[in-house]
C-alpha cells in the first residue's frame, strides 16, 4: 500500500528527505498510558494514541515541494512548493535540544504558518529543505548555440 507522499508525487517529482515523529515527543502519552493502566485499562487508548500519531504522520522534502499529513481517519495536510516557502523556524525546548526532537514552522508567500509538531532531528530536516531549495533554485546552465 503507497502511502500518502507517494501517492501525491507528480511526473518528475522525487522524494529529498523524509522525516518522521519523534518518539521522544510521545513520551507523555507513553508515561500517561504506564499510570493508568490498572484504571480498566485506559492507559492503553493513550498508547493507541500515540502509536496512531506515530504512524500516520507523514514528513516529506521533494524537489518541488515540502508534504506533511496526520491523521488516520480525518486527514490534514500541508503541501507547499518550495518556491513559495520563505522560512523555515525550528522551535525546541530544553527536552527537545537533549533528545533531538521539536517543532518546524514553515512560513510561505501568502500562507499562513503551518507547524509541524514533533519531528525527529528538525534540524536535520531543515537542512535537507535548505540544500534542496538551494539545488532546485540554482539555474540550470544553458547550453550556447556555437
Same mark, same amino acid.
Given at each position: 500500500?503507497a502511502?500518502?507522499?507517494?501517492?501525491t508525487?507528480?511526473?518528475?517529482? *522525487?522524494v529529498?528527505?523524509?522525516g518522521?515523529v519523534s518518539l521522544?515527543?510521545?513520551?507523555?502519552?507513553f508515561?500517561?498510558?504506564?499510570v493508568?493502566?490498572?484504571?480498566y485499562?485506559?492507559?492503553l487508548? =493513550?498508547?493507541?494514541?500515540?502509536?496512531?500519531?506515530?504512524?500516520?504522520?507523514?514528513l516529506?522534502?521533494t524537489?518541488k515541494?515540502v +508534504?506533511?499529513? =496526520?491523521?488516520?481517519i480525518?486527514?490534514?495536510t500541508i503541501? &507547499?512548493?518550495?518556491?513559495? &516557502?520563505?522560512s523555515?523556524q525550528?522551535? *525546541?525546548? &530544553?527536552?527537545g535540544?537533549? =533528545?533531538?526532537y521539536?517543532? +518546524? !514552522? !514553515?512560513s510561505?508567500?501568502?500562507?499562513?504558518q503551518?507547524?509541524?509538531p514533533? &519531528?525527529?532531528?528538525?534540524? *536535520?530536516?531543515r537542512?535537507? =529543505?535548505?540544500?534542496?531549495q538551494e539545488t532546485?533554485? @540554482?539555474?540550470?546552465?544553458?547550453a @550556447?548555440?556555437?
Amino acid at each position: 500500500m503507497a502511502t500518502y507522499v507517494e501517492s501525491t508525487l507528480t511526473k518528475g517529482e *522525487q522524494v529529498a528527505y523524509q522525516g518522521k515523529v519523534s518518539l521522544f515527543s510521545l513520551a507523555p502519552l507513553f508515561l500517561l498510558g504506564l499510570v493508568l493502566i490498572s484504571v480498566y485499562g485506559l492507559g492503553l487508548l =493513550f498508547w493507541i494514541a500515540a502509536a496512531i500519531r506515530y504512524f500516520t504522520t507523514e514528513l516529506a522534502i521533494t524537489n518541488k515541494r515540502v +508534504i506533511a499529513k =496526520f491523521g488516520l481517519i480525518s486527514r490534514s495536510t500541508i503541501e &507547499i512548493n518550495l518556491q513559495k &516557502i520563505e522560512s523555515i523556524q525550528v522551535n *525546541q525546548g &530544553i527536552l527537545g535540544r537533549i =533528545f533531538n526532537y521539536g517543532s +518546524i !514552522v !514553515v512560513s510561505g508567500a501568502g500562507n499562513p504558518q503551518a507547524p509541524v509538531p514533533g &519531528i525527529s532531528n528538525p534540524l *536535520q530536516f531543515r537542512r535537507a =529543505f535548505i540544500d534542496t531549495q538551494e539545488t532546485n533554485g @540554482q539555474p540550470q546552465p544553458v547550453a @550556447q548555440p556555437a
